[in-house]
């Protein structure tokens, strides 16, 4: 199996910053397109940013240019470096992965996501 762990949310006023981390552990053979993802109240789940096993990012435009999305497949960590953050940034975020793993003798692949973690953007 894999587990991902993220951390770094909280409290921070408008135009502060804050990165998130979160780290992949378990029977990992691969780790291939990394994201990060968030959710409002009332709202669905949305891409905020991705990045494949080759460091090529996208972003939601709604971050461009206030966001930075990176890795580092050594630790199996994703970063994301949120700076001038909004008030409507607020969310629960929530990494993900392309994770192939060991099964027993098999190979499995699969989408796996991370517990989320608070972000909340207020004076």
């Known amino acids: 199996q894999v587990q991902l762990v993220e951390s770094g949310g909280g409290l921070v006023q408008p135009g502060g910053s804050l990165r998130l981390s979160c780290a992949a552990s378990?029977?990992?053979?691969?780790?291939?397109?990394m994201g990060w993802y968030r959710q409002a109240p009332g709202k669905e789940r949305e891409l905020v940013a991705g990045?494949?096993?080759?460091?090529?990012?996208n972003y939601a435009d709604s971050v461009k240019g206030r966001f930075t999305i990176s890795r580092d497949n050594a630790k199996r960590t994703v970063y994301l470096q949120m700076n001038s953050l909004k008030p409507e940034d607020t969310a629960v975020y929530y990494c993900?992965?392309?994770?192939?793993?060991?099964?027993?003798?098999?190979?499995?692949?699969?989408?796996?996501w991370g517990q989320g973690t608070q972000v909340t953007v207020s004076s």
């Open positions: 993900n992965a392309d994770a192939t793993y060991y099964s027993g003798s098999y190979l499995l692949r699969r989408i796996v």
């Open positions: 990045i494949t096993s080759g460091g090529s990012a």
């Open positions: 378990g029977s990992i053979f691969s780790i291939n397109d």
